[in-house]
């Protein structure tokens, strides 16, 4: 499974960003996608995770702003964020479990910068 994760870039306090994640290659056994995002000087953490039927789980620091949302059509995530504040800045990583059998193996993207930032 390989994930291309895009979108990042520069936005002001109060703005919005839309998220990407193209997940491509032996996709079938795919459960769980989602964002983590790690913060300078910071550990990683969960930002929301979508299940193949479309069940969230929000951190509470992104509940009211950020939205997920899931094509299975084309594979692919989107993470749309508003309101976003400074403290929302760092690399925000695409994430895939895949599911076979007894067998868990998680995916990451390559990560976009996300710098909110007057």
């Known amino acids: 499974v390989q994930l291309q994760a895009s979108g990042g870039g520069l936005v002001q306090p109060g703005g919005s960003l839309t998220l990407s994640c193209a997940a491509s290659?032996?996709?079938?056994?795919?459960?769980?996608m989602g964002w983590y995002r790690q913060a300078p000087g910071k550990q990683r953490e969960l930002v929301v995770g979508i299940t193949s039927a479309g069940s969230t789980n929000y951190a509470d620091s992104a509940k009211g702003r950020f939205r997920i949302s899931r094509d299975n059509s084309k594979n692919t995530v989107y993470l749309q964020m508003t309101r976003l504040k400074p403290e929302d800045t760092g690399v925000y990583f695409c994430?895939?479990?895949?599911?076979?059998?007894?067998?868990?193996?998680?995916?990451w993207g390559q990560g976009t910068l996300v710098t909110v930032s007057s």
């Open positions: 290659g032996n996709i079938g056994h795919i459960n769980v």
């Open positions: 994430t895939a479990e895949e599911v076979v059998g007894r067998e868990v193996s998680d995916h």
